[in-house]
């Protein structure tokens, strides 16, 4: 399957998509907003979101293997609204980042907490 992103300062994407039969990775969970219901239906009202197959969650500041608990959980809050935006658009493939920041954690403590948190979290 070949997706392409569909950013908001490329307007030409989704005409493309269209004309050449391409799945759209939907990129307006990147900003951790909480989604409304109203964005959801707008978002489900445009004509190409008939092509979505995938989206692109929320990364901005957000470090899942986080040694401070109040940063994991953030992230863990911001995934979780992401995860059910995705439900109600009916996209069945999320995008998620580790939040790996090279040199900046000890390689063990990042991947122990990184581990904890993806299982702990079940996301």
């Known amino acids: 399957m070949i997706s392409i992103s569909s950013f908001k300062a490329l307007p030409e ?19 951790p907003i909480i989604y409304s219901e109203d964005f959801i239906a707008q978002t489900m009202e445009l004509k190409h979101s008939c092509l979505f197959t995938s989206a692109h969650g929320p990364f901005y500041d957000l470090i899942p293997g986080s040694s401070d608990q109040e940063v994991s959980n953030l992230a863990k809050t911001k995934f979780l609204r992401a995860i059910q935006a995705c439900k109600k658009m009916g996209i069945k493939k999320l ?19 990184s581990i904890v948190f993806w299982k702990k979290n079940h996301i």
Not at 96 to 113: A, C, M, Q, R, T
Request: hydrophobic content about 45%; glycine content about 8%.
């Open 13 to 31: 994407i989704p005409n493309l998509a269209m004309k050449h039969g391409l799945n759209l990775e939907f990129t307006g969970l990147i900003d």
């Open 95 to 113: 995008v998620l980042h580790s939040g790996w920041i090279p040199d900046f954690y000890e390689d063990n403590v990042w991947i122990k907490n």
